[in-house]
């Protein structure tokens, strides 16, 4: 079965930091970008980061570039978003996505496999 | 920015749906639309504005290219109440989502 499980989220301070992972099964993970988008509670769907499958090539949403590094471990089937610098504007459910193609940013296709979701409270 | 309209349509079912979603700027035919449920992740029904994804029941369509483009359902089933989004995935900006449209059962 195709799955995307995250993990990691949490209730955090203002400024500090929290590292979400995403572990993937019965797909071949390093095929395809992945991507991690973020729903504030009653909120709509907004994209946060993409990486491309080598790893070479990743982009951010202007509301948290320079804040938020995305990274994957193709040996681990895995994907992560280290968050720094968290603002109360972060808080929400934070998605693991994949994408049907090997580039975050080929233009086109959509995300066809989505995770649970975990959730990030930032509040002092 | 990508603009939904209506923000809620109220249908019944065995009814036809439209939702529209409009881009600021061209972004190709490169216009995906996503279904999602209270409590559940979104599910991927076109991608490339007219393409259904797998699975996906041939009741739903896609329409459109440049900035103004469609997601129809031709006959609403109990089912299929739920919010859309669409999401555009151009080359030349980062992703971006509508702000989504709530199809309720009138």
């Known amino acids: 079965e195709m799955q995307l499980v995250e993990f990691g989220g949490g209730v955090v301070q203002p400024g500090r930091s929290l590292r979400l992972s995403c572990a993937a099964s019965?797909?071949?993970?390093?095929?395809?970008?992945m991507h991690w988008v973020r729903q504030a509670p009653g909120k709509g769907l907004e994209w946060v980061a993409g990486?491309?499958?080598?790893?070479?090539?990743?982009g951010y949403a202007d509301s948290v570039k320079g804040r938020f590094t995305v990274s994957r471990d193709n040996a681990k089937n895995s994907l992560f978003l280290q968050m720094n610098t968290l603002r109360p504007e972060d808080t929400a459910l934070y998605f693991c996505?994949?994408?049907?193609?090997?580039?975050?940013?080929?233009?086109?296709?959509?995300?066809?496999?989505w995770g649970q979701g975990t959730m990030v409270i930032v509040s002092s | 920015v990508l603009t939904q309209s209506p923000a809620t349509l109220a249908l019944s079912p065995g009814q036809r749906a439209s939702l529209s979603c409009r881009a600021s700027?061209?972004?190709?035919?490169?216009l995906a639309w996503y279904q999602q449920k209270p409590g559940q992740a979104p599910r991927l029904l076109i991608y490339d504005a007219s393409h259904r994804a797998t699975g996906i029941p041939a009741r739903f369509s896609g329409s459109g290219s440049g900035t103004d483009f469609t997601l129809t359902i031709s006959s609403l089933e109990p089912d299929d109440f739920a919010v859309y989004y669409c999401?555009?995935?151009?080359?030349?900006?980062?992703?971006?989502f509508g702000q989504g449209t709530k199809l309720e059962i009138k």
């Open positions: 990486i491309s499958w080598n790893s070479r090539g990743a």
């Open positions: 019965g797909i071949v993970f390093d095929d395809y970008a």
């Open positions: 996505a994949k994408d049907m193609s090997q580039h975050y940013d080929t233009g086109g296709y959509g995300f066809d496999l």
């Open positions: 999401q555009q995935r151009s080359k030349w900006s980062p992703d971006t």
């Open positions: 700027q061209t972004v190709n035919t490169y």
